[in-house]
């Protein structure tokens, strides 16, 4: 049966495709506050799960409900092989973060991931930042990436993750890690992704960024001298290296083909719409970097106990992610098998253990 609230219908979940064993869903509602949220906890063999909240003004409950089920499972793979102690889980807050946010719809959200503090902790992600993980904590106990908590908004560790594991891609396919004179194409310049532009234009790479919202846009342009495109063109445009860093799948059936870039290596989660997409982006010569190898450095942060090293820690961790990117590479290749096959046999080797 389905499940109706404010006039979005919200599927069956068992009978999901994305559905994989999920050993939690749970449909969250607030009538005062507005709240629709869904809270995903696919596995806790390795401990707790742990993912942030997205929000995100979806179209409909079922979009929601993939996005949810594809992110939690993708923080079982992440947490796996960035070696935490932690399972996988992931929340999405139904709604438009700059129109339908309030402090009363972030406390009555933290209300339900309350009640999930053995099993689940959260996180800032698209739409929450580091002052709305602060508001939740209020609350919750088991939301992470706090001002108090933690090392804070964790997406400096994200974008650092991201960088290392773009020089780790340059060096496996052109032998150098040098990014001066590369031509990148970042799509999405949030948090994470004007970051990460930061990084590679004082490496001195050319830069062609897009956003879908112009503020974000007009801030990166200006601050880098670089060029704009729309997000429908970003991954088409004439470069070396592809750096999606908006929402997922955006690397299927319709835009591998149009793909000029040798390297496929960002931020977002999810990048592949399905298991076929890696084989057609081997087929296709391009290097691709699993999205959840490459991206675990926020995570890291966020799992990082306080303490007078856990910056360096972390830190130091977070650039390990170019070691285990230059492994998957090597094997990839030896063994003729898509990189995000063989990070999935890494990280079941440790959760299913």
């Known amino acids: 049966m389905n499940l109706i609230t404010n006039n979005i219908k919200m599927p069956a979940t068992f009978d999901h495709p994305e559905f994989h064993d999920h050993e939690q869903v749970l449909f969250c509602s607030d009538k005062k506050s507005r709240l629709r949220a869904i809270i995903a906890v696919h596995n806790t063999n390795l401990g707790p799960a742990i993912g942030g909240c997205r929000m995100w003004a979806y179209d409909t409950g079922d979009a929601a409900l993939t996005d949810a089920l594809r992110l939690s499972r993708g923080m079982t793979y992440k947490n796996a092989l960035a070696g935490l102690p932690h399972g996988g889980g992931k929340s999405v807050i139904l709604g438009d973060s700059h129109t339908d946010k309030t402090p009363d719809l972030l406390r009555a959200f933290a209300h339900h991931v309350k009640c999930l503090a053995a099993r689940y902790i959260t996180a800032e992600d698209v739409g929450i930042t580091n002052k709305d993980a602060d508001l939740m904590a209020s609350i919750a106990p088991n939301v992470g990436g706090t001002s108090q908590s933690s090392l804070g908004d964790p997406s400096p560790f994200t974008a650092l993750g991201v960088y290392c594991g773009i020089k780790s891609a340059a ?160 094997d990839a290749q030896k063994s003729g098998k898509p990189t995000a096959v063989i990070a999935d046999r890494l990280a079941e080797q440790r959760f299913m253990a």
Not at 198 to 204: I, S
Not at 224 to 241: K, L, R, T
Not at 284 to 296: S, T
Request: hydrophobic share 40%.
């Open 171 to 330: 060096q496996h396919m052109y032998g150098s890690d040098n990014l001066a004179g590369k031509y990148i194409s970042v799509k999405g310049l949030g948090n994470v992704g004007f970051r990460l532009a930061d990084y590679l234009h004082k490496d001195g790479a050319k830069l062609i960024l897009s956003d879908v919202y112009e503020p974000n846009l007009k801030r990166a342009v200006e601050a880098f001298g670089a060029q704009s495109v729309s997000p429908d063109e970003a991954h088409a445009v004439d470069c070396d290296i592809f750096a999606p860093c908006a929402l997922g799948a955006g690397l299927n059936s319709q835009t591998i083909p149009a793909i000029q870039a040798a390297i496929v290596a960002g931020a977002a989660n999810n990048q592949l719409e399905t298991n076929q997409d890696g084989v057609r982006l081997m087929e296709r010569g391009i290097l691709y970097a699993p999205d959840y190898v490459i991206n675990a450095g926020g995570v890291i942060a966020v799992a990082e106990p306080l303490g007078p090293n856990a910056a360096s820690n972390t830190i130091a961790r977070t650039r390990a992610i170019g070691n285990t990117l230059s492994q998957i590479f090597t």
